[in-house]
């Protein structure tokens, strides 16, 4: 130790270290920035969570519907040739057909 040693009288000094105004500029823009990325990730986190919801409420309802259709086919209330029957999109076949030329002639090729 150099000098004389420190005593418990002698009063404590703590140098505070004060950044000149450029500094501080850096330093707010540096928090500023991060405060955006955060709010960004915080965002995008909500879209996902949002998206997630509406494929799970999807997936929900198309296992609802596919299960009331298995407990009406074990019960022999629905035929497996069903007209009205849709497909596991939710899109009547029919309908498809209509909407799509191009497979509407595949099809009538195929059925010929």
């Known amino acids: 130790m150099l000098g004389r040693p420190v005593r418990r009288e002698d009063p404590v000094v703590y140098r505070v270290y004060e950044p000149d105004n450029n500094e501080l500029q850096d330093l707010y ?3 500023n920035y991060l405060k955006i990325l955060e709010q960004e990730a ?3 986190m909500r879209e996902i969570r949002k998206k997630k919801a509406v494929e799970d409420a999807e997936k929900n309802r198309l296992e ?3 299960r009331e259709r298995e407990i009406r086919r074990e ?3 629905l035929d ?3 007209d009205d029957e849709m497909r596991d999109d939710g899109v009547d076949p029919e309908e498809a057909l209509r909407s799509r030329p191009k497979v509407r002639e595949r099809y009538k090729l195929a059925v010929e």
Do not use: F, I, T
Request: positive net charge; proline residues 0%.
């Open 80 to 82: 497996g040739d069903s």
């Open 75 to 77: 019960m022999g209330e």
């Open 42 to 44: 915080q965002r995008k």
């Open 29 to 31: 823009k540096k928090v």
């Open 64 to 66: 609802e519907k596919n």
